[in-house]
């Protein structure tokens, strides 16, 4: 079958020598032979046809025996390649589409999350897609849509729901399982995707409306960006010989595998995982502005207090979403306070924004400490937007202050060995410093954190200890930085700046509430300003402290448990659960050395759905916290958070919600291939910095999943061969019959003569 | 003189096999084309009727994923998942990381010029192109034009807004061998359509 597809030299030759030799042609003459010569033609066809039939459907029979997998020299364009169960076999790596739909009443937002896995390849699959959520979400729901019907997923202790999972991924049924890798990040796993299927995950969580000021908003944060795991320090003994499961003494990083998903190299790959959002919010007050800090959207306006907000189109999933509004002037109220019942309980949920200062504010001078990270995760955008917030930050020291510098990647350097004063000299050298930096290396973390809490005058009142720490908290091994700040916080306050499309908000958050300080976000360069000048505002200005509480009856469970300090324009957020909300709960606090109070009717409270879900959610950051500082100890801590999960059907670390459809639709012969949906990099970071020279996987890189093999199709689809050589082969073909027939006439007439 | 008669015999024989085997290579792939077709077409009934994916024959690797036709030139075609060579044998291929048509981006089907696809060279602006997908829904288009372009340059991005089919074979078409060249006809969804004998085909 394999002859030359042109074989016109050698049969002209043929031809040429015939007709040398030969009188024209006439038919009369070799009618005897030509007879012959078609019967024995006719009988060749039948058997030429019959035989390539059969070669044909045995190569047919041979590629399917391969079932899933594919080579990448057979990979499709644009397919990102994922290694499969079978040695040199690779398996198609699936896609993800998702929306999210909002709905925001007043102070909660409820988040409807529809996943919908595509498997691009010929055999069965397992999807596994690690996505975030916003760090201080509550999922309480999950359901699986596979094949028109539609399956309730049960929370279950976590080992409980991976092994009902892993049992009906044996037998061949659909299903689908939401685990909590960190508070932020999660995982869906979705078992038996059919060629060509796509299978649908469906979450909702409920999750708080932050309030700074006279500003709302919300985050949907859409990727997890890669995080740095830092190597297990030294080589650690292990008697039983299973891996060392504790944090401090084994691997910083214990559950890696985890938590480092396939990244696409945007220079070779055009985004994946399209998004929709809409947002339906109905504020509870007159909305003034509403703005999309990072996506083009559109907006209607039904009434005063309600916009609808959508995506101008599907977007990548490469950065977080941020939506913010403002109320109309004189109509935000400065007190809050909404009540759902549950059971038999009253859950409450309560915000109250202190007033500003009213004296002039007592000027205290301050020791600040900035650090800064020029670690690979940070090049691009972010690098710049740190150098921009700490210059501003440099800029608006006073003499009277002291500060320090601190950089860190993989490596750490201190500007000066202890705070200086905030002279010219000083400013400008620090400046300088700034300036000249590089964003390259890994992100060691942790000594620069300790290096910054390091107070070597822990009793000077005569100075605040400040901590300004600008980062993407591109990490994974977040537990380590809070073990260090609750241990050794003193008197400093640890006020954090997350830079980036993609920060880690979990890290950044839960660093600053156990560092008493505040959370910011600088998401563009365009925020640098407002949101720098907003945080200094909060340095400079006293905060409310000594923060009570006086309940009714006293028998309130009250999260946060202790009272943080709250600072200007933020609100003191709390949420209740008691018997039944009666009577008048009083706030008593210190602004500025004035006494404050501020009390609340219970009765007043507005309807507000989901605040048990908050409530619940809190109490379990609380246990955290508590397993963090040695409140607690483990055992109890965890013992509260799976009571608590448990009631309010949420997936946590320790809980997990698991679906399985009944029927069963793969069969035991039939394999079944995992396939990481691999995440893009977040809009602005550098691929090279992060992972290093594209050929050989760097530190933070699985390379034994990833390595993306056969990668093509930029913006463009390429478009495949679409011209059979039918038309070729048949007049090739018949050209060579044709100079057979013409030898054979040719030997039969000079046999006759 | 035996010698050269016998020589003559066996150069005879290779011409006649070589050329029998061409020949029957050349009307194999129309004929395959159109008995695939025949296979495809059932499959997809089932598709549709099952709600799941059904290969049209047990060793098939790929399977149809939707109907493709066009009403004035009574043309309809099966398309299959992929654009191998073992797939457009057979019909028409789905691009690989394309959305299905009718959803958000640009849906692009493939297929050969001389088979499946021939009747692109017929198609004018304005005809109305019809894409019956796995879930039994009809999605609608309105050719909008048609344009060469290069197979490694298409200046289809499959991610574009809007809801946009783009059917792509090779140009030109009553060329022998193959270029680089391809003849992409572009076409955008009609929304709210009247409703026509092919969408009553819905189950």
Known sequence: ?753 | MTRRLSLRTALVAVLTLAGLTLAAQGLWIPAKAALAQLLLDRAFARTLSEGRPEKAWGWADTWPVARISVPRLGRSTVALSGVSGEALAFGPGWAPGTPEAGDDGVAVYAAHRDTHFAFLADLVVGDLIEVTRRDGRTARFRMTGARVASWDRSGIDPNAAGRGLALATCWPFGARVSGPLRYVVEATEIEDAPVTASAERRP
């Not at chain 1, 504790?246 to 399209?274: C, E, H, K, L």
């Open chain 1, 1 to 753: 079958m394999t002859l030359p597809c042109y074989p016109f030299t050698s049969s002209g030759a043929a031809r040429r020598q015939a007709a040398d030799r030969t009188p024209p042609l006439r038919l009369d003459q070799g009618r005897g032979s030509v007879r012959r010569f078609l019967i024995a033609l006719a009988t060749l066809f039948v058997v030429l046809a019959s035989s390539f039939c059969g070669l044909l459907a045995m190569a047919a029979a041979g590629r399917a025996a391969e079932s899933a997998v594919v080579t990448p020299a057979t990979a499709r364009a644009g397919a990102l390649l994922l290694k499969g169960a079978t040695p040199g076999a690779y398996v198609e790596a699936p896609a993800v589409r998702a929306d999210y739909d909002v709905t925001v009443s007043g102070p909660t937002q409820r988040t409807r999350v529809t996943q919908a896995f595509v498997n691009p390849g010929s055999g069965w699959i397992e999807g596994v897609y690690v996505f975030p959520l916003p760090e201080n979400g509550a999922v309480d729901a999950m359901r699986m849509v596979v094949g028109g019907r539609v399956v309730v997923a049960e929370v279950r202790e976590r080992a409980a729901a991976k092994a009902i999972y892993e049992q009906a991924k044996r037998s061949g049924q659909a299903a689908a399982l939401t685990e909590q890798e960190r508070p932020n990040m999660f995982t869906n796993s979705v078992a038996n995707i059919g060629p060509g299927e796509t299978v649908v995950v469906q979450i909702e969580y409920q999750a708080p409306v932050r309030r700074d000021g006279d500003v709302s908003s919300l985050r949907i944060p859409l990727v997890v960006a890669p995080r740095y795991a830092p190597a297990a320090a030294g080589f650690e003994t292990v008697s039983d010989g299973s891996p060392s499961k504790t944090a401090r003494g084994g691997d910083p990083v214990p559950d890696r595998d985890r938590v480092t998903p396939p990244v696409r190299d945007p220079a070779t790959s055009t985004p994946t995982n399209p998004v929709t959002i809409t947002v339906r919010l109905q504020a509870g007050f007159p909305v003034a502005t509403i703005e999309s800090a990072h996506h083009a959207v559109r907006t209607e306006a039904p009434s005063p207090d309600r916009r609808l907000v959508t995506l101008a189109g599907p977007v990548a999933a490469d950065r977080d979403f941020e939506l913010s509004w403002t109320a109309a002037p004189a109509t935000a109220p400065s007190v809050g306070l909404f009540r759902e019942r549950v059971g038999d309980a009253d859950y409450l949920l309560a915000y109250v924004t202190p007033p500003a200062a009213k004296a002039a504010p007592v000027e205290t001078p301050r020791e600040a400490v900035f650090v800064i990270d020029n670690s690979g995760s940070m090049s691009g955008p972010s690098m710049a937007q740190a150098k921009a917030s700490l210059a501003f930050a440099l800029g608006r020291l006073k003499p009277a202050d002291r500060f320090n510098v601190i950089r860190f990647d993989d490596t750490m350097d201190t500007l000066f060995a202890d705070a200086l004063p905030a002279t010219e000299a000083n400013v400008a050298r620090a400046l300088r410093f700034v300036d000249a930096l590089q964003a390259q290396g890994g992100t060691e973390m942790l000594p620069a954190l300790r290096a910054a809490l390091n107070d070597p005058r822990p009793a000077d009142e005569r100075f605040l200890r400040q901590i300004v720490f600008l980062t993407d908290g591109a990490v994974a091994d977040e537990q380590r930085m809070f073990d260090a700040i609750a241990s050794s916080r003193g008197r400093s306050r640890l006020f954090m700046v997350g830079i980036g499309s993609a920060p880690n908000s979990h890290l950044m958050s839960r660093a600053a509430e156990l560092g008493r300080g505040t959370f910011t976000h600088i998401g563009s360069s365009a925020q640098v300003e407002d949101n720098m000048r907003a945080l200094f505002g909060k340095l400079e200005s006293p905060a409310v402290t000594n923060l009570s509480l006086t309940i009714p009856g006293g028998a309130a469970d009250v999260t946060p448990a202790i009272l943080p300090d709250v600072y200007r324009g933020e609100p003191l957020v709390m949420a209740l659960r008691l018997p039944r909300a009666e009577g008048a709960m009083e706030i008593r606090g210190a602004i500025g050395g004035q006494p404050w109070r501020e009390t609340l009717n219970l009765a007043d409270a507005a309807p507000g759905a989901g605040v048990s879900k908050l409530w619940a959610r809190r109490k379990i950051d609380d246990a955290e916290v508590a397993r963090t500082t040695a409140a607690l100890t483990p055992d109890k801590a965890d013992a509260a958070i799976l009571r608590l999960a448990l009631e309010h059907h949420l997936v946590t670390r320790l809980t997990s919600l698991v679906a399985v459809d009944a029927a069963p639709r793969r069969a035991a012969d039939a394999l079944l291939d995992r396939a990481d949906v691999p995440l893009n990099l977040p809009a602005g970071w550098d691929f090279e910095k992060v992972f290093g020279p594209r050929a050989p996987a760097a530190p933070m890189r699985r390379a034994d999943l990833v390595e993306p093999v056969a990668v093509a199709a930029a913006q463009e689809v390429s478009l495949p061969q679409t011209a059979t050589d039918a038309e070729l082969r048949l007049l090739a073909g018949l050209g060579l019959l044709g100079v057979a027939l013409l030898a054979a006439v040719a030997r039969r007439r000079e046999r006759g003569a």
